[in-house]
């Protein structure tokens, strides 16, 4: 098998149209309306998200908060997400090109963050666990990581069976990633389903988990 975990070029060619799926963008605004309601969003707060893609959360989330740093590692993403950032003149939100894995307190100046989310992007990360592992050091005493991406599912929710990706995860197995990332007041909510022709051809719905995770106030 090829290796095509998180396959920057697939995500560049795909970005021009990414936003056009309504089943995405709703998926997208359902995702942010769980955030909302288990994150008490301030808007002092700088925040970071991590595989922002085309901004599809990273935009309203700027309207909550003092900054945003979307951090994805397809440029072909973030040449969107800046245009669109650009199109609604907001001031407050600036990307980078990096996958989550290279990022670490030295290159990135801005941590600590009050909030670091992501969305649908775990799944993609081989290293899931070294992946929860840099976000919540990258938080401030107390801060909020919030990961939203698929419960365990079958096998088929991508098209493309060559594509490296873990098939969702169990709760459980997420929980004790953050646990062993130092994080505590770990909740868990359903964001939302997806209901689709699957790669076996068959229709079957797929659940979204929010986790909300709290670094140690210290």
Known sequence: MNNTWNSNSRFDKAAESWDESPRRTAMAMNVFAALQRMVPFQKRWKIMEAGCGTGLLTLPAARLVTSVLGVDPSPGMLDILNKKAAAEKFQNITTRVSDLLSI????????PFDCLFSSMTLHHIKDATAAIRIMASLLAPGGFLAIADLDEEDGFFHDNEEEEVHHGFSRTAVE????????????FDTATAVTKTNRAGKEKTYTIFLAVAEAPNC
């Open 176 to 187: 004790e990633m953050l646990i062993a990332a130092g994080c505590s007041n770990i909740r």
């Open 104 to 111: 670490s307190k030295n290159h990135c100046p801005e941590a």
